[in-house]
């Protein structure tokens, strides 16, 4: 006989912590605004498959079973210390389900990553909420509904100030090309990324959210790439973090990877958290463009790591420089939207040369500003345009090339229909913006970035 897993609901507030759900825990909702969250709508799902409104694993197999749910950006009216989260999930033996939330800061950066009823790291007038499920590899947890209450917070507590804490880490080499990332990346070869041991700083695919700063000290290069997975050796080890928030090994110095403790000094039985004997003392891996090209390591070793969205929460998007000489998909945008707002014939060929520059001075003398050929903040306001399912031309084409680069695949048409609507959904609520579907100007800074 089937033995049937009952539905149960888990309320998770100050002094809860989101467990398997086996039995059902009350818990008083404190004083201020709750909603019911939509679990589809707008959301980034990664191996989710999605019933009715519920959503579960889609590949068990993937991971043990391992999915997330990324859910759109809710905009309060008060700001909030503490997001609580009431859950109806099933989750047979040796599944789970966490709900973890971030806030935005008034400058419009983002916090770290924290579980639901547990203090935000600093007041936030806006929260975004990612579900994980796991899995066992046999059976996989669902969940059908989550209601959140933002508690009213008093008194705003700032962002933490000060320099982004750099620390000496062993990095190993991740390969796996073809393979997937804990975001739902697809790793192609010699690509540029890192993975963590804690999903305290996992960017959501395709954004920079979260990015060290890794420096080779053998040979000082340096290369900035963002947090697409979760890893080496465990997966709640934030060690970047003080001990009163890390979720893990409390003990340890601050800076010391759970994996190097136990490779080092036989912490924990020389064992991660997995029960694995740990075979380095990995703190970071990286991808291999990162590895070989970015910082020129030829073997696994030791690095500095800065974790820039430690100190004061994860810098907003800014408009970028572009200027002749430069290469890439921004300079393939301002092409674009340069053809779009003076019908420049230029080749949107991603390489800013002299007929590039020539274009931009022009636009910028119409614009009665200073023509320097530099594509900065006042040049990039005037250019960009807002647009809507239903428009048409190169700007539109810029938009649907952006999201193919930021992995969000998109047939460049020049037309935004009803798939580039969605796919620019996808992409807001990965970035943390409102799910709008239409080009402002936050959503193009985050485009160009």
Same mark, same amino acid.
């Given at each position: 006989? %089937?033995? *049937?897993?009952?539905?149960?609901? #888990?309320?998770?507030?100050?002094?809860?912590?989101?467990?398997?759900?086996?039995?059902?825990?009350?818990?008083?909702?404190?004083?201020?605004?709750?909603?019911?969250?939509?679990?589809? /709508?707008?959301?980034?799902?990664?191996?989710?498959?999605?019933?009715?409104?519920?959503?579960?694993?889609? !590949?068990? !197999?993937?991971?043990?079973?391992?999915?997330?749910?990324?859910?759109?950006?809710?905009?309060? !009216?008060?700001?909030?210390?503490?997001?609580?989260?009431?859950? &109806?999930?099933?989750?047979?033996?040796?599944?789970?389900?966490?709900?973890?939330?971030?806030?935005? *800061?008034?400058?419009?950066?983002?916090?770290?990553?924290?579980?639901?009823?547990?203090?935000? +790291? /600093?007041?936030? $007038?806006?929260?975004?909420? %990612?579900?994980?499920?796991?899995?066992?590899?046999? /059976?996989? +947890?669902?969940?059908?509904? #989550?209601?959140?209450?933002?508690? %009213?917070?008093?008194?705003?507590?700032?962002?933490?100030?000060?320099?982004? $804490?750099?620390?000496? =880490?062993?990095?190993?080499?991740?390969?796996?090309?073809?393979?997937?990332? /804990?975001?739902?990346?697809?790793?192609? &070869? %010699?690509?540029?990324?890192?993975?963590?041991?804690?999903?305290?700083?996992? &960017?959501?695919?395709?954004?920079?959210?979260?990015?060290?700063?890794?420096?080779?000290?053998?040979?000082?290069?340096?290369?900035?790439?963002?947090?697409?997975?979760?890893?080496?050796?465990?997966?709640?080890?934030?060690?970047?973090?003080?001990?009163?928030?890390?979720?893990?090994?409390?003990?340890?110095?601050?800076?010391?990877?759970?994996?190097?403790?136990?490779?080092? !000094?036989?912490?924990?039985?020389?064992?991660?958290?997995?029960?694995?004997? =740990?075979?380095?003392?990995?703190?970071?891996?990286?991808?291999?463009?990162?590895?070989?090209?970015? *910082?020129?390591?030829?073997?696994?070793?030791?690095?500095?790591?800065?974790?820039?969205?430690?100190?004061?929460?994860? +810098?907003?998007?800014?408009?970028?420089?572009?200027?002749?000489?430069?290469?890439?998909?921004? =300079?393939?945008?301002?092409?674009?939207? #340069?053809?779009?707002?003076? &019908?420049?014939?230029? $080749? +949107?060929?991603?390489?800013?040369?002299?007929?590039? *520059?020539?274009?931009?001075?022009?636009?910028?003398?119409?614009?009665?500003?200073?023509?320097?050929?530099?594509?900065?903040?006042?040049?990039?306001?005037?250019?960009?345009?807002?647009?809507?399912?239903?428009?048409?031309?190169?700007?539109?084409?810029?938009?649907?090339?952006?999201?193919?680069?930021?992995?969000?695949?998109?047939?460049?048409?020049?037309?935004?229909?009803?798939?580039?609507?969605?796919?620019?959904?996808?992409?807001?609520?990965?970035?943390?913006?409102?799910?709008?579907?239409?080009?402002?100007?936050?959503?193009?800074?985050? #485009?160009?970035?």
């Amino acid at each position: 006989m %089937r033995r *049937l897993i009952p539905l149960v609901t #888990l309320a998770i507030g100050v002094a809860t912590q989101l467990i398997p759900v086996a039995t059902s825990v009350a818990n008083a909702e404190p004083a201020g605004s709750a909603w019911q969250a939509d679990l589809v /709508a707008d959301a980034v799902p990664t191996n989710l498959a999605r019933q009715s409104g519920a959503v579960t694993v889609d !590949d068990p !197999d993937w991971r043990q079973g391992y999915a997330t749910d990324l859910l759109a950006v809710h905009t309060l !009216d008060h700001v909030t210390d503490r997001i609580d989260a009431q859950v &109806s999930a099933r989750t047979p033996a040796g599944t789970s389900v966490d709900v973890d939330v971030r806030g935005r *800061l008034s400058d419009r950066s983002w916090t770290e990553w924290v579980p639901a009823g547990t203090p935000l +790291p /600093a007041a936030a $007038s806006a929260v975004q909420t %990612r579900i994980t499920l796991q899995g066992n590899g046999s /059976a996989s +947890p669902t969940v059908s509904s #989550l209601r959140l209450t933002a508690n %009213r917070s008093t008194a705003a507590r700032p962002a933490a100030a000060g320099t982004p $804490s750099t620390y000496r =880490v062993y990095a190993t080499r991740e390969g796996l090309v073809g393979a997937t990332t /804990a975001n739902g990346h697809t790793i192609t &070869s %010699r690509d540029h990324f890192v993975a963590l041991p804690s999903g305290k700083a996992l &960017s959501p695919k395709g954004t920079t959210t979260y990015s060290v700063k890794l420096c080779n000290p053998a040979n000082n290069k340096c290369e900035v790439a963002p947090v697409w997975d979760v890893g080496p050796w465990n997966t709640k080890d934030d060690y970047w973090n003080p001990s009163s928030v890390r979720q893990s090994w409390k003990d340890l110095p601050q800076g010391k990877p759970e994996a190097q403790a136990a490779y080092q !000094d036989h912490y924990n039985g020389g064992k991660d958290q997995y029960n694995r004997t =740990v075979g380095n003392p990995a703190g970071i891996d990286l991808a291999d463009g990162t590895f070989w090209d970015g *910082l020129g390591l030829k073997d696994n070793g030791w690095v500095e790591v800065t974790y820039q969205w430690t100190g004061a929460g994860t +810098p907003a998007p800014t408009w970028p420089y572009v200027r002749q000489g430069d290469k890439g998909n921004a =300079v393939k945008t301002v092409q674009y939207l #340069l053809n779009s707002r003076q &019908s420049a014939g230029l $080749s +949107p060929d991603g390489d800013f040369g002299p007929a590039t *520059l020539a274009a931009v001075k022009t636009f910028q003398r119409g614009q009665s500003l200073e023509a320097d050929g530099v594509v900065g903040p006042n040049t990039w306001s005037k250019l960009v345009p807002v647009l809507t399912e239903g428009s048409t031309g190169d700007a539109v084409r810029a938009v649907q090339n952006e999201l193919t680069a930021h992995d969000v695949s998109t047939p460049v048409t020049g037309t935004f229909d009803a798939t580039t609507a969605a796919n620019l959904r996808t992409f807001q609520t990965a970035s943390g913006l409102a799910a709008s579907g239409s080009t402002d100007a936050d959503t193009w800074k985050a #485009l160009v970035n």
